[in-house]
């Protein structure tokens, strides 16, 4: 059975990403500068790694705080007309196992306070009640261990539809796959693959600000035991060039819970993107939460080079 899941996940992603044409998925926006950076790239430049580490907690709509220290290494390859992005991440959990983390973000996937809206009380796993244990972990509500592991491998990919200028904005289609490469049982993810699509939106508003629109939809798969619901999701946010190569920018953030019943999680953003030269550049990032399924907080460091 799980051969054929695998199976059935990457003949998935083969097509989701054949159909996006010559290249597919989108670079994440601090991590990879595709907010900052948009249009085609230097022909000398073909190659891109990065390494943006970050830390998170909060009780993420659950009972019982969790954390995460989600330290991805990312593969890019530059093509003059969008991007393609292999994602290698590292990742120490400390949680319950109703909390795990899905497409790199942390999201409650089990109803364990009783709550919420869910297939109520009494039946199999995906049911509301303080006493159901993790299908993931098999740990009791609240019974919190720290494990780390390889997390899940994310291939996503970005293709230009338009390029910017003095009217239009520069639009691009994203896609992604989540191969589930992380263990569930460790509660560092579900087992289970995942795949998304979307679009970017940008535009310079004058010589010094920027507004960004994003959004997607993500199909989520489904764990032994669990429901859980496809996720849309949108941001919107600006951002201001104190100089030619420092960007500081704010963004709304607003996940659909993949947990029905759940409070969906929305944040702020704030970023911070220097480039020291044309291969090197640095980015930070805080998150705050707005809502019970976001974050207390976030914070993200890291940097890339290109060649």
Known sequence: MKLLKWA???????????????????????????????GPVLAEQNWQIG???????????????SSFFYAPLSIRRLFRDGDVTLIIPFVIATTDGSTTLV?????????????????????????????????????????????????????????????????????????????????????LGTGEFDYGFGAEVSKMLGDKWIAFLDGGYNIIGQPDGLTLQSQHWFDVGGGYYFTRDLLVSVYYEEYRAITPGFVNARDLFFAMNYTVSSALRFNGGVTLGLSDGAPDYAVTMGTSYRF
């Open 8 to 38: 059935v996940g990457l003949a998935g992603g083969t097509v989701l990403l054949a159909g996006m044409g010559t290249v597919v998925l989108a670079a994440d926006r601090i991590d990879e500068g595709s907010r900052t950076e948009q």
């Open 103 to 187: 497409g790199g973000r942390p999201v409650v996937v089990q109803d364990n306070h009783g709550g919420n809206s869910g297939p109520g009380g009494g039946g199999g796993c995906d049911s509301s009640g303080e006493d159901k244990p993790s299908c993931l972990t098999g740990r009791a509500p609240g019974q919190k261990v720290t494990t780390a592991g390889l997390g899940d491998i994310i291939l996503k990919g970005r293709y230009y539809v338009l390029e910017e200028n003095e009217y239009l904005p520069l639009i691009a289609v994203t896609g992604r796959m989540k191969v589930p490469t992380a263990s569930a049982s460790q509660g």
């Open 51 to 65: 390494f943006t580490p970050s830390y998170s907690t909060g009780k993420f709509g659950s009972n019982t705080t």
